[in-house]
């Protein structure tokens, strides 16, 4: 219970930031949705900060990590929404605009979970 626990207010949290972080960002209704984007690079870099300085150090408990990379990360990052939009691109005919999106959430996505374990490797 205390794992389900755990999940649910790093969820929780992650999701109100990527929310705020939406409404701050995605201002315009055409081209590329810059906080679902913004969100899912921190949040592949965070992921891969957290579980990087899990495995070099062995200092977070299996209750940290769940709660910062399943919770945290999991509420923050949004395949649904980066789906969703992805959607409305290609049946606006902005084929431009849904290659580029794709491919840099992609690329930078694992560039930054890349990053985010080379960083905590080099500290």
Known sequence: MKQLILVFVGGGAGSVLRFLLGRWLNTTPNGIPYGTFAA??????????????ALKNNSLSPNSTLLLATGFCGGFTTFSTFAYENHLMLKSGDFLTFAIYTLGSLVLGFAAVFAGMWITKAL
Do not use: M
Request: hydrophobic share 65%.
């Open 40 to 53: 899912n690079i921190l949040g592949s870099l965070l992921i891969g900060l957290i579980l990087g300085w």
